[in-house]
């Protein structure tokens, strides 16, 4: 089993900045991907970034592309998003997510944090 537990939500102003953290917990992750996930009100759960635990490959969907930054601490069993230049339209709650890397399902999910950004 894998525990995923995110932090580091809030309010921030347009053009504000805010990291999340997801602290990860369980087992051992060095075959498994890590995600962050966005889910606005009302609409459709996106994916935001990915990266491989062991060797830092890193994936991002395109339009959070120069803005977001996903990262790992492997001392500190700890997933990052580092969100700059924060839209209005990136108001969702943000979740956390393995997976192995070769399987096609994310398994484990965070119970999310809202971020809410005022324009």
């Known amino acids: 089993q894998v525990q995923l537990v995110e932090s580091g939500g809030g309010l921030v102003q347009a053009g504000g900045s805010l990291r999340l953290s997801c602290l990860v917990s369980?087992?051992?992750?060095?075959?498994?991907?890590m995600g962050w996930f966005r889910q606005a009100p009302g609409k459709e759960r996106q994916s935001v970034a990915t990266?491989?635990?062991?060797?830092?490959?890193?994936f991002y969907a395109d339009s959070m592309k120069g803005r977001f930054t996903i990262s790992r601490d492997n001392a500190k069993n700890t997933v990052y998003l580092q969100m700059n230049s924060l839209k209005s339209e990136d108001t969702a709650v943000y979740y956390c997510a393995a997976r192995s890397e070769d399987a096609t399902n994310w398994l484990y999910w965070g119970q999310g944090t809202q971020v809410t950004v005022s324009s």
């Open positions: 990266i491989t635990w062991s060797a830092g490959r890193t």
């Open positions: 369980g087992r051992t992750l060095s075959t498994y991907r």
